[in-house]
Structures are given as structure tokens and as C-alpha cells.
Nanobody, 121 residues
Framework: QVQLVESGGGLVQTGGSLRLSCAAS????????MGWFRQAPGKEREVVAAIGRDSTWSANSVRGRFTISRDNIQNTVFLQMNSLKPEDTAIYYC????????????????WGQGTQVTVSS
């Protein structure tokens, strides 16, 4: 099972940017679909973006603002977040699964520990 460690969260003002990173180890990274999820206080976890071998997907709420990418040499997946809004405040989780559509469907086999993103108004 792949191990995932997120980094890059923090406090940012409305309209600002952050770049999250997720380093993977313990598996064949290129064989996994990767995704970013988030969970805000009092809300259910939601999938934000996913990336497969040659496909990407993002939620309507972040489309045009967030971009997911991956580096199969560094075994890392990224989430570039621009034009951040207070409603983007959440714990962001990196996830991996053999199937792209499993992540798009809202779940995954392996999870990181999460990184806090706070957007101040």
C-alpha cells in the first residue's frame, strides 16, 4: 500500500494562492490514480480533483481555479490553488487508488494525514 505525505498548507488571504504537494512512497506511483479531497468543519469530505495516467477531473466548485498535476519521476502530486476563497478553508487530503473513477466517485484506497488550508476574508 502506498504511503502519502502532504505539505504546503497554510494561511492565506482571499484571492491568494497555495500549492499543495503530496509525496508518495511504497508503491508504483505511476500505476495509481491520485486525488485531492477536502473536509471543512461540520461538512462531509468531498473530492476536489483527480488525475490518472492521461485524465484529469476537478469539482465544479474549484474548476478554473485549482489545477492538479503529477510528477511520476518525483512520485509527487500537486494541487495548485489560485483565487482562493474563504469557503476553500478545509483540511486537504491526498489520496491514491488504482482506479481513476473510484477517486472521482469520492473515495480511495490510501490516504495521507491531511494539511490545513485556511483562507481569511
Amino acid at each position: 500500500q502506498v504511503q502519502l505525505v502532504e505539505s504546503g498548507g497554510g494561511l492565506v488571504q482571499t484571492g491568494g494562492s497555495l500549492r499543495l504537494s503530496c509525496a508518495a512512497s511504497g508503491g508504483t506511483f505511476s500505476a495509481y490514480a491520485m486525488g485531492w479531497f477536502r473536509q471543512a468543519p461540520g461538512k462531509e469530505r468531498e473530492v476536489v480533483a483527480a488525475i490518472g495516467r492521461d485524465s484529469t477531473w476537478s469539482a465544479n466548485s474549484v474548476r478554473g481555479r485549482f489545477t492538479i498535476s503529477r510528477d511520476n519521476i518525483q512520485n509527487t502530486v500537486f494541487l495548485q490553488m489560485n483565487s482562493l476563497k474563504p469557503e476553500d478553508t478545509a483540511i486537504y487530503y491526498c489520496a491514491a487508488d488504482p482506479r481513476f473513477h473510484t477517486i472521482v466517485g469520492g473515495t480511495a484506497a490510501s490516504w495521507g494525514q491531511g494539511t490545513q488550508v485556511t483562507v481569511s476574508s
